[in-house]
């Protein structure tokens, strides 16, 4: 294989340790015929083992660097050399399966990539991503905690996000200045609808836009600030932090009622 060596715009870290590859693939526990996507295969570490499974397997990798050693390593690799975020995953659907997807995600991209797998909500059965272990801390964090936020009350929506194990900074070239986790996001069948779920995560990002504020401040200097939220059921006093997925959605049924025509929501 020929050395190429990771490049910090794309937050490469490459990595190395085969029993923590193993421990991976185990989690994933890829199947025969399922539609499994990797992002980002670098230089082939989950890739040599994905391979080897009879899954419907693309892999998609941004860096034209480690094209053509993944073509000549593995030549039966669906191959797709663009920016996932670009990418519309309707492609890989077929009529009676959802999709799954792998990968070590670079820290600069994570929200972006979660972000997307929250529009696409719809057609992926889960998710398992190696992510800095801050970050998965913020994703699985309860109500209450430091650490809960935006990531995490959006993925409890969608669905269910468990840590699976921390992974050491050493088993990485080059080594990282913080440790890794594994996260595993199954995705519930129930949010399909669209309209709803891009106000309910407009509320969120509202409410969470001035964190030490009451809901009441957030909400009027947001987007929302025409809707009157004293008779939503909920206490405007509270902060964000202090309020739970049911919460949220009652401030979004709430918004969505009083709002017509619904106008100027970001879908990012």
């Not at 905690?145 to 840590?163: F, N, P, Q, R, W």
């Not at 949010?191 to 709803?196: E, G, M, Q």
């Amino acid at each position: 294989m020929n050395k190429v060596l990771p490049l910090k715009r794309f937050g490469q870290n490459f990595l190395q340790d085969q029993n923590v590859i193993r421990k991976i693939i185990s989690e994933i526990d890829p199947k025969e015929n399922e539609i499994l996507i990797e992002i980002g295969p670098g230089q082939g570490a989950l890739t040599q083992y994905l391979v080897l499974c009879n899954a419907n397997f693309t892999a998609i990798e941004i860096d034209k660097r480690v094209i053509e050693d993944l073509q000549t390593r593995f030549s039966s690799l669906n191959l797709i050399q663009q920016d996932f975020l670009e990418l519309d995953l309707n492609q890989f659907v077929s009529a009676s399966q959802k999709i799954r997807l792998v990968g070590n995600i670079p820290y600069n991209i994570t929200s972006p990539i979660l972000f997307k797998l929250f529009e696409y909500n719809t057609i992926v059965n889960d998710a398992v991503f190696m992510v800095q272990l801050e970050v998965a801390k913020r994703m699985t964090a309860k109500m209450g905690s430091k650490d809960y936020g935006i990531l995490a009350i959006l993925l409890e929506y969608y669905g269910k996000t468990v840590i699976s194990f921390k992974v050491s900074r050493n088993v990485f070239f080059p080594k990282p200045n913080v440790d890794s986790a594994i996260i595993h996001i199954n995705f519930n069948d129930v949010r399909n609808d669209t309209k709803f779920n891009l106000v309910y995560k407009s509320v969120v990002k509202s409410a969470f836009g001035n964190r030490r504020k009451t809901l009441k401040n957030s909400l009027s200097n947001s987007i929302f600030a025409d809707v009157n939220f004293s008779e939503c059921g909920i206490d405007l006093s509270l902060r964000a932090e202090q309020l739970n997925v049911d919460d949220f959605i009652k401030l979004a049924e709430f918004a969505i009622n009083k709002m017509n025509p619904i106008v100027s929501l970001n879908s990012d």
